[in-house]
């Protein structure tokens, strides 16, 4: 179902003044404070008619009988489909923006570290950016070591200064000799190279090589799409770690739980950022984010290039957030950080 297909005019409108209400104040909203906040030309009988029926229609719920309704999934994707433009900042606050992001730094990652810090400082969410260091990435060196029994290390030396270190399981264990001359032929072939270029000339290399040597490269090879893949990082910046802050969805523990495994699980957020690297603008909502643990959060991400690096700026916070506000820092900062020339 669109949301709000089912809706008559005067439901849509009274949809939007709840969420825009709930939004602002944080507690259940009332017929009477939805009719005090809007000077709604209707008696306050006639307005929980129609929010009984919205409720019917599942865009709002009752946390308690006698209390008041929140608005569900449903209701946020509403308003949030409503947004027609993003609006400008404030001239000071554009500013304050300007200079965080435009100091003199020495590393993209600290660009990437202050900006999610500076994000999670505007909003009191959770403020994410996952960046892909260099849209030309060179491999300058891959190394194989082996552990206990058949485990095994690969080390992926990228041009500029990362490592991507993936486990891998041989079929047997191998002398150091055998080891180092399956790393040197490797690296003839794919040193210098792209993480594109990689993959075919590994498996060119299989079909061309014998051997144990090629027992190890199979080996490697089969690992190809999880080591040859775009080296992401991830920053993210939670200002309600640090200092107490007025959510209060924190006080629910499942929610305050579920918050805190994410801060945990590094991997998972950056499985979810990976997933939306094609869009420019993505907003999910609730369960529209499919995976349990943000089923409570919303999460808003744009998209940003900056010289040879490109990324996500994002924001996970709760469903009951500042769209407006949010979508306009995210449009400015990544504009901010396309002015970087970064190399």
Wanted: charged letters at 30%; a negative charge.
């Amino acid at each position: 179902m669109v949301p709000g297909k089912d809706l008559t005019e005067y439901e849509s409108e009274l949809l939007k003044d709840l969420v825009s209400l709930y939004i602002r104040e944080g507690k259940p909203v009332s017929s009477k404070a939805l009719k005090g906040s809007f000077e709604l030309d209707t008696s306050t009988a006639n307005i929980r008619k129609m929010l009984h029926r919205l409720e019917e229609k599942g865009y709002l719920y009752k946390p308690h009988i006698s209390a008041g309704r929140i608005p569900s999934d449903l209701a946020y994707r509403y308003y949030v489909n409503d947004i027609k433009s993003v609006k400008a900042l404030d001239i000071e606050l554009v500013e304050a923006i300007r200079r965080r992001i435009g100091q003199d730094w020495d590393d993209i990652r600290d660009v990437m570290t202050q900006t999610s810090k500076l994000l999670g400082e505007l909003t009191n969410y959770m403020g994410l950016i996952m960046g892909i260091f260099s849209t030309s990435v060179i491999i300058e060196r891959l190394r194989i070591i082996q552990l206990e029994g058949t485990a095994g290390l690969v080390v992926l030396t990228l041009f500029p200064g990362v490592d991507k270190h993936v486990h891998i399981d041989f079929s047997k264990r191998y002398s150091p000799y055998i080891l180092d001359r399956a790393e040197q032929m490797i690296n003839e072939r794919i040193t210098g190279h792209t993480l594109e270029e990689a993959t075919p000339r590994l498996k060119a290399f299989v079909r061309e090589s014998i051997g144990l040597e090629r027992e190890i490269v199979e080996t490697i090879n089969a690992e190809a799409d999880t080591l040859f893949e775009w080296p992401y990082d991830l920053k993210y910046y939670f200002k309600g770690s640090n200092e107490q802050i007025e959510l209060f969805e924190l006080n629910n523990l499942r929610i305050l739980q579920r918050l805190v495994r994410l801060m945990g699980e590094e991997g998972l957020m950056r499985q979810v950022l990976q997933r939306r690297m094609d869009h420019d603008f993505l907003i999910t909502i609730g369960r529209e984010n499919e995976v349990e643990e943000l089923e409570d959060f919303s999460i808003i991400t744009h998209r940003f290039t900056t010289g040879t690096c490109a990324g996500l700026l994002g924001i996970l916070g709760p469903m009951r957030m500042s769209y407006n506000l949010v979508l306009s820092l995210l449009d400015r900062m990544a504009e901010e950080l396309h002015r970087l020339d970064w190399r």
